[in-house]
């Protein structure tokens, strides 16, 4: 950055008003559409309506929202007044929520209509929290007493000076998951969105301003907000918003309706569209020149099955939070499916051994990444920043094999953590809430791949009652994923749950999950 002053927001914004793009089309949700003018028209009103609250500079922003034109102009606008926007996950659990407001003591909370339910609980335990504003969505949500966000923003004005950030400014927090204890916060500075932008968007994907973009991973998620935010601003590209869960039918319409020319998804919905496609026998109508993957491993036949019935490729890569975006990647023109492709230029990538030496290419080790996108800590976690960030070197908790020519391929994780369509689970939690039900003594989860070579979790089941009969084991089967649906976010309850008679452990009582993964 070569100004003493930078602020990304501002930057993202101005740049396509600079380049004469006022008028082109930005943003298209399920019911709005917005210019790049007035998108900046929007975001400026949104942090004016933020700073009217009374918040200042550095101050912490809860956003909850579903995929709408309002997530960029509050991202975006309480950004360029110097706040610190929060994205967090919208599938989450009140609980989840209770420690997420306490834990970054945001002042303000953004909160979609259709999501209030799930924070009520948090709202009203949070000692921090001072203003929640609720932004409408086409799937509605119960009436409430606390002021709407377009009430707000009909009554602030489009001008708003830009905060006196610098490049190295805490920007936004993303939180992300570790197999113990609660999510932490990663921190990232404003030179990191459009870092990601020329490196991997303009580097290896070749974004073109004349793309339509459209992510079924949502704006939460760092994938997402690469995809749908940081990637179209930067190039003046358009996006396609949808509030609605990513189905396969509901990506199939999007595909039809808006035609997208870049495509963003995680390898499940890669997999389960196929597969709905393959049922109902139609052709797919799509203008896809090509799509990315990311979140977990895209199993190889996916990959070549998408592209003989799209005829357009999947580019598989390797992202964080930690690192913001894709890192290690395939190219178009170069797509080697089963692999996450080579290092993306402007990032170094080192595969270790135990003894912290590299591997010979052919080797498995674990993957370090060093790169300007990489958060500079977790908030107030210094023990967890210290094993994960070692100065300017960044610990994925990835395993990989580097062959002869440079390309990478996944073998797993260092840890006991899943990613089920592409999002973490901790197989602890689903353990601990297993061990809640009366007919459970305990439990242990590992990851179990499916028929598509995904990764879901499995539980293996040790039961009070050890005689219990079998009618009763099956119907025991059914409640206990009720159970868990109803406890923690519904995509971590296990598929497939074995009842044994014990778990196989360490003497020191350790539950042996690699015995379990065999
Ligand atoms: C795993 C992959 C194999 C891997 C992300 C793109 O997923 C993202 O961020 P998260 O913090 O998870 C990071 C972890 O997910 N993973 C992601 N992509 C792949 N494993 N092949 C892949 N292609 O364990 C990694 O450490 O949720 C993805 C862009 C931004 C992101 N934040």
Redesign the pocket.
Known sequence: MSSATYNAAADLLDRNLDAGRGGKLAYHDDTTQLTFAQLRDRAHQAGNALLSLGLVPEQRVMMVMLDTVDFPAVFLGAMRAGLVPVPVNTLLQPADYVHLLADSRARALVVSDHLLPKLAEAIEQSPHLEHVLVAKTSLGGPPSEHPLLEALLARASTQLDTAPTGADDVAFWLY?SGSTGKPKGAMHLHSHLLATARLYAQGVLGLLESDRVFSAAKLF???GL?NALTFPLAVGATTHLMAERATPAAVLRMFRERKPTVFGGVPTLFASTLAHLDSSGAAPEHALRVST??????PKHVGERWHQRFGSHIL???????L???FLSNRPGDVRYGT?GRPVPGYDLKLSGDDGQPVADGEEGSLWVRGPTSAIGYWNQRQKSLDTFHGPWTR???RYIRDAEGYFT?SG?ADDML?VG???VSPFEVESALAAHAAVLEAAVVGHADADGLIKPKAFVVLKDPALPHPARDALVDELKVFIKSRLAPFKYPRWIEFVSELPKTATGKIQRFRLRA
């Open positions: 992300s998620f760092a994938y690469g993957s990311a979140g977990e491993a895209l598989d890569g390797i992202g964080s939070t930690e913001l975006h894709i996450s994925t908790g990835d996944y994780r990613k592409g999002v973490w």
